[in-house]
């Protein structure tokens, strides 16, 4: 990145024979006004996980996880987010970084927490990437609510016939 700024040729050239950090750094994406206030940051390299809003293009408006960062093209692929082809296949469309705004931030990584300086009690368990096992863990929380219902008109009285019916089923 110690290139001159005037010439077009070698900013081109820059981008081409750029190292996989300079082009991470040149993948930073805004983020989002809530997201600003909160970490105090302007923008952030962009990493998969997190959730983007797309701001051009025919996809405007969505706001979907990002799958993929694929430095070698400045593109990022996005969950969702698909063309047809001609032989009628969905293909994923890569996006480039300057139509994107960072809306959720993917904090599982400890070195992230660091450098937005977030105290690990303060990150939710969606940020942290939790939420797959928080996902798995409703329909127990699903099943837990059906029995209780059963249970609370007459916690003495109703619990010998759950259990019958569980013996009927």
Known sequence: MTTSPHSPRRQRKALYTATTFERRRRMTVPLSRDLRRRFHARALP??????????SGSFVGREERVAKVDRRAYSVVLDNVTVKTGEDKLKPLPIRTSHLVITRLNLSDAWRRRVLKVADEDVTPEERGEAPEAGAEPPAAEATPALPPAEEPGPVADA????DAEDDA
């Open 160 to 163: 010998p016939p759950a259990g």
């Open 46 to 55: 962009v990493r998969k996980g997190d959730t983007v809003r797309v701001l």
